[in-house]
Structure formats: C-alpha cells, structure tokens
C-alpha cells in the first residue's frame, strides 16, 4: 500500500515547526544548533515528496545539495560551539553577545 | 646636417642637468661659463641646421625630425618632433644667439652673487625651453616650451625674493600669463576637436588643412591663440605684469622681457597664420589690440623715472607694432621687427645693467646725467640703440618698424597714424633717457633727488637697497661712477654692432629675410603693393617724425625750455592708473564676491556635505539597539521575516 503524499507533507511541517520553535525557546547552543538541523531536514523530506509526486528529479538534486551545505555547516558550526563550551562550560547562547551594537 | 636640430633644445637641457648637479661644485664663474657655452654651442647647431635649409629647394625647406612618440590617446596623436622651417630657425638663431651674448653678460654682472649657479640653472632652463616653443611640430609641444618660459620667468624675475618687490613681481607675471594660458588650452582643445590633431606640418597637419575650417571656429581658435599671446607678449589688457617684471635681474629683463620669452606671442600668431587668414575678424582684432598696445605703452614710457622701467613700456609698446603688422598680414615685417628689436633691445637693457651696475644700484634716472664721461663704451652703445629703435636710419630699427608701417597704410590709414604717433613718442622718451642718462649735468653726489613723500609715493623707484650682498658692491658704494668689466662689455659692442647692420636682413629690394620665409607662407604671402613712390614718402615721414621726437625731448631735457614735470603727468608715469584701478577693483567688488563665495562655501555646501553625514551618524545610533547581539532575537526576527513572507504570497494567491 502506498501513504498519501499529504502525510509525508504534513510531517515536514511539524517537524520543521518542532525545530523552528526549538531555535526560537531553547538557550544551549548545541540543541539549537540539532534544531537547525531538523529544519533542514524537514525542508529535504518536502523536497523529495514534491519530487516524487511531480515526477522531477530536481527536488531530489536540491536535497543533495542541502547535505552537501548542511555538512559543512556542521563542520563550521560544531567547531565554533565546541571551542566556546570549552573556554566558558556551560555558557548559553545569550551569553555570546559580543558583536551588539 | 639637419638631424643636428635635435641637439638645439638638447644642448641647453644638457646644461640644465649639469648644473643642477653640478652646479654648487662649480660655483663662480664656471658655471656662467658653461651655461655660455651650452647656447653658444645650441647657436652652432642652429647654424648647422640653417645650412642644412639652405642646401635644399626653396620648396622643400621644411624638416621634421620625429624624436619618439610621446602620446597616443584616442585619436589623440602627439610625437615629440621638431620642425625646422625658415620661420622656426630665424627664431633658433637670433633666441639662441642674442642669448649667448647675454649668457656672457651676465658673467660679469651677477658675479659674486651668493646664488650664482642657480641663475645660470634657470637661464639654460629657459633657453631649453624657448627653443622647445619654437621647435616644436604641434600645438603640444609648443604650449610645453610656452609654460616652461612662464616658470622661468617666474622663477627669474623673483630670484631675489628677498624683496617683497620682487616676489610679488614674480606671482604677478605667472598669474597674468595664466589668465592668457588658459586661452591657448581652449584654442588647442578647439583645433582638436575640430581637426583631429594637433601637428602643425604635413598633409594632415593643422597648417595645411586650415583652409577647411568653418569661418567661426577658425574665428574662434585664432581669438583664443590671441589671447594667449596677449599674455605672453603684454599686449593689452594682460600687459600687467611686463613692467614689474623688472624686478629680476637686468640679465633676465634682457634675455626674458625684452628679447626672447616676450616674442613667443608674435612668433605663435605667425606659426598658425593659415587659421588667423581664415578669419578676417580676429586680424582686425589683433591689429587694433596691437596699434592700441604700441600707442598706449608709448605714453607710459613718456613718463617713467626708473631707467628700467622705461625699456619695459618701450617693449610693450614695440611688441604692439609686431602684432600690429601680424592684424595687418604683413608677417615677414613682424618676425623682421621682432630680430631688430631683439638686437636693440638686448642692448638698451644691458646697457641699463652696466649703468645701474656702475651707479652702484641705482635705477632713478633723476639721480644719474653726465655719465657718458664715465662709462665711454656704455654710452656709446646705448646711443646705437637708442638711434635704433627711435627709427634713425640706417639703424636696424627703421627699417623694420618703415616696414610695418607701410603695411599698416596698405591696410587702413588710421593704423598708420597710430603706428605714426607711436614712432613720433618712441623717439621722444628714448631720448628723454638718453639725456637724462648720458648728457646734462651729474646728479648722483646728491643726497637724494626726491623730496620725502614723492619717495613714499613711489615705493617702486627706491634704490634696490635689500639686493642682497653683492661681493664686490659693498667696497664702492657711494664712490665714482665707473664702467664695467669687459665681459659686460662686449655683448653691448656686439650687439651695436647687430643694431647697426641689421637692417641689412632685410633691406627693400634686396629683401634676403623675406625670401628666405617665403616658403613658410606660401599663397597667403602679402606682398605690398604699393607705388615706389609712396613708400618712399611713408619712409621719409618716419624718419621726419623720430627726428621730431628727438628735437622735442631736446628742447625739454637739454635746454629745459619747458619745465619737465608738465610733460610728465602723474597720468602717465601711474601708466593711466591701470595699475591703480586694478588694485583697487581686486581691493573692493572682488574680494567682496570672494568674501560672499567663501561664506557660502562655509555654509551651504559644507553645510550640506555635513548634514548628510549628521543624518547618516543619528540614523545610525538609533538603529545600533537593533543589533542586541542575542541569536534568539535575530532567529525570530528571521522567523518573523518568513512568517510575513508566506502571509504575503498566500495572501496574494487567494486574492
């Protein structure tokens, strides 16, 4: 049996919904950095069940892409977080506010 | 033989070099001496050249030598390359030649001066750079060589600037001739714009193609090019600066304000006559400018106490007859009067020098006389220049000044009488010098000639007292007048010579100056045409009229049959308050404006320049809170921003 393309849908709404709000309620830096993370991903699963339903290989091509970012993002970011955790255990995403103005 | 006109400009520029490095090493007086060495031999290679000219047709007198290529823009061509022509060599050779003598002159007369090289620097300098006027094959190069003689001459006429004089005489020349420079820029742009280049020889050269210029441009760049040459020549109204320019050492009023820099006007309207002929109205322009100059000047020099001063308005007033004879197409008569009078006057104003030089720094005509017992050679010379530029023949300078004279007839008979009256004046304040100078009774043992407040009055005639130092005018001063060194002395023989003979250049019916230029103007030559026998008469009045002047300035200065202050009105010697006027225009309205400009300056542009930086600065403190540095309110701000966004299309898509 096949799901309807609406559930897959609806699933990447809420889990981009469940991460969205995460980013926006959460102070440790690396739960909002895995709520980015899930809204990525969210986007991605909508991507494939366009492309899946529209019969187009470019939604499929675009989540590749997003990995590819994704990836590097995670490089990038994890390093950063990782080092600031390091010289302030504990530190909150608040507590990085250097660059106000 | 021909390539040697390259080593012209380059001789001198070698000069330049050697003594800028060299030149403190050297000191008094070889560095005079190799100064003098460099034109004279610059003179050879112009010898060299002009016989190179001489050996080929009459038609094919006309050599480029391209040096290298120095711009290439746009269409914008410009190769620097000489062009030797009849026209360009008489100039090389009598530039080149008159300068040398003054070269040695002034061996003698600025030695001990504590800034010796430094004057010879700036004379081969100036000499590098005439010749680079005069050589040059396009506008280009010619308006290089025309602002190097500008800088020289400022640096000239202040080079002793410890006097406040002098320096102010210096800014005045350079700003005068900046206002007449300007012209020159537009009329080249104008030439470009119209033509396409700026290269004076060959099919595609400005001077061949002027035949297709439109009426009003040709109108246009000739006007300009005038006003340029208004300014380097003193033609009126830009004449300002020439006799303050007299500040500068007597050397430099010879070679620069006399001879040379000063005929580089005369010499520029002559070199681009094709497009003057294509405009009927600026040669009735120049003429009138010209015949206005040489009458205006003349009154002037009339009434002018200091010896120097005097030649700087009989220069003046010369210059407009050569202008005169350029309005009235009569350019071989120019270039011939601009020879003889750089002969005379060259020899007038050394011959200044040395009487200055042997009065001990005294240029107050009222406080000299009589000195042709002391300096025999000296006044004797001066009298040879004297008789020449009065126009006593068989001087030089009657021959050339009947010259332009009977062209002026050709042209309107009221030119003529101007030119007339000015040649009746000439004679009359060259004699008025000449007696006050050389004849009557000695005047220098008194104390001072001047009553106190006619010495307030006149600033400009006080005794160069803060000259500085000069080594060996320290010793004497105050004793016998005495005649200078022989280096002095034998450019003035010389030149006397030259103001003898030089008519012979270009004698009637022999006429050797005006064949040899023939080429140069080809169709538009002017022969003149009139009967045998009015120009005999024309002749005979000139000379009637320069033997009238001197009768006149006999009366009054030898046998004092009228009191000389009512020839010399205070009208005449403030030259028509001029001067004055200016003065006080620049004092008053003018600054006034400036005042006005320089407030809105203050307030409204910069004010407005400020206010957009003052509102950018507010604008920006108020927007600074935004960036409170917390990830949070940026990521609602950007969920906000999405949020809105999607409101936005859906919105839009159920509409």
């Not at chain 2, 007198?61 to 823009?73: D, G």
């Not at chain 2, 120009?535 to 046998?559: F, H, M, N, T």
């Not at chain 2, 049959?561 to 004092?587: F, K, N, T």
């Not at chain 2, 957009?612 to 609602?636: D, K, P």
Request: glycine fraction near 10%.
């Amino acid at each position: 049996m096949t799901v309807d393309d609406t559930w897959y849908l609806i699933l990447g709404a809420v889990l981009f919904t469940i991460g969205g709000a995460g980013l926006l309620v959460r102070r440790n830096p690396l739960v909002m950095f895995m709520c980015v993370e899930l809204m990525l991903n969210a986007v991605n699963l909508t991507f494939v069940t366009f492309a899946r339903t529209l019969d187009d290989v470019g939604g499929q091509v675009v989540v590749f892409f997003v990995l590819v970012v994704a990836a590097a993002e995670v490089v990038v970011g994890l390093g950063i977080i990782v080092s600031i955790l390091r010289r302030r255990p504990g530190a909150t995403a608040d507590d990085v506010s250097l660059l106000r103005g | 033989m021909l390539s040697a006109v390259w080593l012209v400009p380059a001789l001198p520029l070698a000069g330049f070099a050697l003594l800028l490095l060299a030149g403190r090493r050297l000191g008094d007086p070889l560095a005079g001496w190799l100064a003098t060495l460099m034109v004279a031999a610059a003179f050879v290679a112009g010898i060299v050249t002009f016989a190179g000219l001489l050996g080929r047709d009459e038609e094919e007198r006309a050599f480029t030598f391209r040096l290298f290529e120095w711009l290439r823009v746009g269409g914008l061509d410009v190769d620097v390359s000489f062009l030797a022509d009849p026209l360009s060599i008489t100039m090389v050779l009598f530039v080149t030649g008159v300068g040398t003598l003054i070269h040695l002159y002034s061996i003698g007369y600025m030695h001990g001066d504590p800034r010796y090289d430094r004057f010879f620097l700036y004379l081969n300098l100036f000499a590098f750079s005439m010749l680079v006027l005069v050589l040059g094959d396009n506008l280009l190069l010619t308006f290089l060589g025309w602002e190097g003689v500008g800088v020289c001459s400022y640096l000239l006429i202040s080079f002793w600037f410890e006097r406040d004089t002098a320096a102010t005489a210096g800014k005045k020349a350079f700003i005068t001739n900046r206002v007449g420079d300007w012209g020159f820029m537009v009329a080249m742009f104008l030439t470009f714009f119209a033509l396409g280049t700026l290269t004076y020889s060959g099919d595609e050269g400005i001077l061949q193609r002027a035949p297709d210029l439109p009426e009003s441009t040709a109108l246009g760049i000739a006007l300009l090019l005038f006003v340029g040459a208004a300014g380097k020549s003193a033609q009126l109204p830009l004449y300002v600066w020439l006799p303050d320019a007299m500040e500068g050492p007597t050397p430099v009023s010879a070679l620069i304000h006399a001879a040379t820099m000063v005929t580089a006007g005369v010499y520029l309207m002559v070199r681009v006559h094709p497009i003057l002929e294509q405009a009927d109205t600026a040669l009735h322009v120049i003429a009138v400018v010209g015949a206005a100059t040489a009458f205006f000047a003349a009154t002037c020099a009339v009434a002018q106490r200091d010896i120097k001063r005097v030649l700087a308005y009989s220069t003046i007033s010369q210059l407009g007859y050569m202008f005169l004879a350029v309005g009235v197409g009569a350019y071989v008569a120019a270039i011939f009067h601009m020879v003889t009078h750089a002969f005379f006057k060259a020899l007038l104003f050394l011959g200044a020098g040395s009487v200055i030089h042997g009065v001990h720094e005294e240029q107050d005509m009222r406080r000299m006389g009589a000195l042709r017992a002391f300096m025999p050679v000296t006044a004797a010379t001066f009298i040879v220049g004297w008789l020449a530029i009065a126009g006593i023949p068989p001087f030089a300078g009657f021959w050339s000044k009947d010259e332009i004279l009977a062209a002026a007839w050709e042209d309107n008979v009221l030119l003529w009488a101007v030119g007339l009256v000015t040649a009746l004046l000439t004679a009359f304040y060259m004699s008025r010098q000449v007696f006050l100078v050389f004849f009557g009774e000695p005047r220098w043992r008194e104390a001072d000639a001047r009553s106190p407040e006619e010495a307030l009055a006149t600033p400009e005639h006080e005794p160069s007292a803060a000259t500085p130092a000069r080594g060996d005018e320290e010793a004497h001063v105050g004793g016998e007048p005495h005649e200078s060194p022989w280096l002095m002395l034998a450019p003035l023989v010389v030149l006397a010579a030259l103001s003898i003979v030089g008519g012979g250049l270009n004698l009637p019916g022999v006429m050797t100056l005006e064949h040899f230029l023939e080429p140069v103007f080809g169709d538009q030559f002017h022969e003149l045409d009139l009967a045998g026998g009015v120009q005999v008469a024309l002749a005979v009045a000139a000379g009637v009229g320069a033997v009238l002047g001197i009768l006149a300035a006999r009366e009054v200065y030898v046998r004092h049959r009228l009191q000389a202050e009512r020839v010399e009105p205070e009208l005449l010697r403030r030259a028509w308050y001029i001067d004055d006027g200016l003065a006080a225009v620049v004092d008053g309205p003018v600054e006034e404006v400036a005042e006005g400009a320089a407030a809105f300056d203050r307030r409204g542009i910069d004010g407005f320049v400020d206010g957009v930086g003052t509102v950018v600065r507010a604008g920006g403190s108020r927007l600074r809170v935004v960036q409170t540095g917390y990830v949070r309110n940026y990521a609602l701000g950007m969920a906000a921003g999405a949020v809105l966004l999607l409101g936005f299309f859906l919105a839009r898509a159920t509409l």
